[in-house]
């Protein structure tokens, strides 16, 4: 009885113990958002975008005064394929960041043309812009109005065609079509198919500079082919950034650019790159080594 009863005793000290830890928890998502609240906006100007090339010219950038994410980074975006590599951490996605304009440089400056980026008027250059990632947002709303969110003006036929495109017409017509209610960030659908699904949404747009940020990552590989045949495709008269772990994925890049701790460590095609047998050359060799291992053992 003592013991049972002494149990009993402690379950309100136990509960009052996990109260403090939400406390703690709250207290400091609390100071988090304050201090984010409290960050001045990215300042824009008017100036129109006129579909040049973007150029990122001896740009620094850090999150924190302690670590430098991005050194010195000097690099060129032109109509084509040109695609940034390198280890997790090495600084890929925040480099996609500087190009949207969400980050700005702490030094060096991202421009268009001949116009640094703050200089342009946000509304006309995202009006060209189009960001997938691998955790691009799918709304709770039918497939057409996904559609219409990004461009009211598009009718059916060319939200089928853009379906065809990435070969998610015959899902959507056999579960319901165009009317088919996507649950909250593709919750119904599968991780390849909500991948398609954004590709396919921001192809209806018609954007003249297009970045992947491991939009194949975590996805079959039947969904990596069909986004990657794309991605090449709109290479042909875009901008295209195609940032990926899997460097399988950017070997018909016009240009590749390898980041080592925020600094680029190579560039060029991928024979070139490959003939240089450095850091490049390595990580592709190794990811060939275990794919191949791995498909040997399924089989």
Known sequence: FIVLTAAEFFLPLRSLGS?????????????????????????????????????????????????????????????GMTAIVGESGSGKSTIAGLITG???????????????????DRSKYY???????????????????????????????EIWQALRKVNLDGFIKQNGGLEKIINEDGGNISGGQKQRLALAVNL??????????????????????????????????????MISHRLANVVKADKIYYIEKGRVA?????????????????????????EKGYSEEVV
Request: charged share 30%; hydrophobic share 40%; glycine share 6%.
């Open 266 to 290: 190579e560039q060029g095609t991928h024979d070139i790159l490959m003939s240089m047998d450095g850091k490049y050359a390595q990580l592709y060799k190794t990811q060939q080594r275990l």
């Open 102 to 120: 969400a980050l700005r440089a702490d030094k060096g400056e991202v421009k268009a043309g001949e116009k640094n980026l703050s200089s342009l």
């Open 19 to 79: 109260a403090f830890h939400v406390a703690m928890n709250g207290a400091s998502a609390g100071k988090k958002i304050s201090a984010l609240l409290k960050k001045p906006l990215p300042e824009w100007g008017k100036e129109k975008y006129e579909k040049q090339d973007i150029t990122i010219e001896g740009v620094d950038f850090s999150y924190t005064p302690e670590r430098k994410i991005i050194d010195g980074a000097n690099m060129v975006f032109s109509r």
């Open 204 to 241: 209806v747009c018609d954007k003249y500079v297009y970045i992947f940020d491991e939009a194949t990552s975590n996805i079959d590989v039947d969904s990596e082919k069909i986004i990657s045949d794309n991605v090449v495709a709109l290479a042909r008269d875009k901008i295209v950034i």
């Open 127 to 157: 009006s060209q812009l189009a960001l997938i990632s691998c955790n691009t947002y799918i709304f709770n709303a039918s497939v057409e109005d996904n559609f219409r969110l990004a461009k009211p003006d598009v009718t059916q036929e």
